[in-house]
């Protein structure tokens, strides 16, 4: 189903405010430098058949959502990152920690995608983010 150009546009533009956003971003536990990035992100805009969309806002309300409704898959991303700094501290394992990390990290991502994809929630929202853009393509 093929959306029309006004209704991407008021789909985009209806997301969250950046100043919420914003909000959001300030209570995680990122690192400054993240969290002016993302910051800067929510203002990304483009020009469309004379109409500024806020897609930086789009992209990041969209993202939130993720990390929300699947915790599970970002549970395996943390572990994975953790587990591969434990072993690069230890002084003779630390030789593998480059060779794993890339293993631990898949089978993190794996482990908590099967968890989550049971419920198709996740190919959903994105299948749903991509047809709420595909009307411009046709600009």
Same mark, same amino acid.
Not at 64 to 76: E, M
Not at 91 to 110: D, E, K, Q, R, T
Not at 123 to 128: F, G, L, T, Y
């Given at each position: 189903?093929?959306?029309?150009?006004? $209704? /991407?546009? %008021?789909? #985009?533009?209806?997301? =969250?405010?950046?100043?919420? @956003?914003? !909000?959001? &971003?300030?209570?995680?536990? +990122?690192?400054?430098?993240?969290?002016?990035?993302?910051?800067?992100?929510?203002?990304?805009?483009?020009?469309?058949?004379?109409?500024?969309?806020?897609?930086?806002?789009?992209?990041?309300?969209?993202?939130?959502?993720?990390?929300?409704?699947?915790? $599970? /898959?970002? %549970?395996? #991303?943390?572990?994975? =990152?953790?587990?591969?700094? @434990?072993? !690069?501290? &230890?002084?003779?394992?630390? +030789?593998?920690?480059?060779?794993?990390?890339?293993?631990?990290?898949?089978?993190?991502?794996?482990?908590?995608?099967?968890?989550?994809?049971?419920?198709?929630?996740?190919?959903?929202?994105?299948?749903?983010?991509?047809?709420?853009?595909?009307?411009?393509?046709?600009?």
């Amino acid at each position: 189903m093929e959306n029309s150009l006004s $209704t /991407v546009m %008021l789909d #985009i533009n209806s997301s =969250l405010p950046e100043r919420k @956003l914003k !909000a959001l &971003i300030e209570r995680t536990n +990122l690192s400054a430098d993240l969290k002016a990035l993302l910051a800067d992100l929510t203002k990304l805009t483009v020009k469309v058949g004379g109409k500024i969309l806020a897609v930086g806002r789009k992209i990041i309300g969209f993202c939130l959502d993720l990390i929300k409704a699947f915790p $599970t /898959v970002t %549970l395996g #991303i943390i572990m994975a =990152l953790v587990i591969t700094s @434990l072993i !690069a501290s &230890i002084p003779i394992l630390g +030789l593998l920690a480059a060779p794993l990390s890339s293993l631990l990290l898949l089978l993190g991502v794996s482990a908590g995608a099967l968890k989550d994809f049971t419920s198709d929630r996740l190919s959903d929202r994105i299948d749903a983010l991509v047809v709420s853009f595909s009307a411009l393509r046709q600009v």
